[in-house]
DNA sequence: AAAATGACGGTGT
DNA sequence: TACACCGCCATTT
């Protein structure tokens, strides 16, 4: 079965597609890249290779609205980032029903 | 090579 | 909304 070692090649080309303003599950993206269920090695591969200047990975949250975390200031930086391009929040947890990314 | 890890998801309390 | 568990996967140690 191919695609295993491109998974996380391919999460970055997914992750770097999400539009502005709008913000994609980590789930998501795992579908998008090949296996549903890694939404865990999805993260763990963004932890890893924290790029924002390549790759919004702010952009990238639990499927909960969670803001999950951000190696590049906190999740307090990742949230105004959010913020800033427009994207709903909802306490602490994105408003996926309005900035959900869908595609 | 084997075990542990973590930016998760879903369900239940 | 918040917290606790369990299941799942690719990467890292």
């Known amino acids: 079965m191919p695609g295993k070692n491109l998974f996380a090649q391919k999460v970055y080309e997914v992750t770097r597609q999400i539009p502005r303003g709008k913000v ?6 795992a579908e998008l890249s090949g296996s549903k269920k890694a939404a865990r090695a999805v993260g763990r591969i963004l932890h890893s290779n924290s790029n924002p200047a390549l790759i919004p990975c702010h952009r990238v949250v639990a499927s909960d609205g969670s803001l999950g975390g951000y190696a590049f200031g906190g999740i ?3 949230k105004e980032l959010l913020l800033a391009e427009g994207v709903r929040f909802k306490k602490d947890k994105v408003d996926l029903s309005l900035s959900g990314w869908c595609r």
């Open 24 to 29: 994609a599950t980590y789930g998501q993206i």
């Open 76 to 78: 307090e930086k990742k």
